[in-house]
């Protein structure tokens, strides 16, 4: 997938709306492979929803959002399955962890679909992270922050051609979160990916190409 393209695409929910001031709400926006972003907002103003729509498990939205000029309502089941496989990945805001599972079987459940990575990549990644120790511990036992390092790795587990971090270091400190920016920086370079950031406040450090407000 080279482009995401967004055509006048406006959550159902703000469509009684006078007014919209936005620069994807209600535009036409093109987000290509290959370049970063950064969508800045406040809370409440459909960041979740637009990851959402784009992922494909909520359709509540107005406009047209296309895949390379498909239109992404078209697609079949399978071809999802094929899509969240190969081309998108995502870090959920919530994380979406399973709190009874260790941290490692947390990130195999994925890597055991897509084989993307081998057992020593990600305990490597487990190291570099800070999070070595917490590898056989069970998910709901660690702090938020450490939880959203695993919830990262595990988005690092597919191939990808658009990678979508919502809020991905809400509760992490500078330092933590600029290893977060190197491993992404070096993981959407190997694959020439493009990656979508989503902040309401403190985000993630990178060279944008654009700057977005929500």
Known sequence: MEIIHLRQTLPQVFADRDAITSGVWHQDLVLRKGERYLIEAASGTGKSS??????????????????????????????????????LSIMFQELRIFP???????????????HHKKRKEILALFETLGIAEKVNEKAGKLSFGQQQRVAFIRTLCQPFDFIFLDEPVSHLDDDNGALIGQVLTEEAGRQGAGVIVTSIGKHLELEYNKVLKL
């Open 100 to 114: 009874e599972l260790t941290a490692i079987e947390n990130i195999l459940l994925k890597n055991r679909l897509t």
């Open 50 to 87: 637009l990851c959402s729509y784009i992922y494909g498990y909520r359709r509540d939205y107005q406009g047209i959002i296309n895949f390379d000029e498909r239109n992404i309502r078209s697609f079949s089941v399978n071809e999802w399955v094929e899509l969240r496989k190969h081309s």
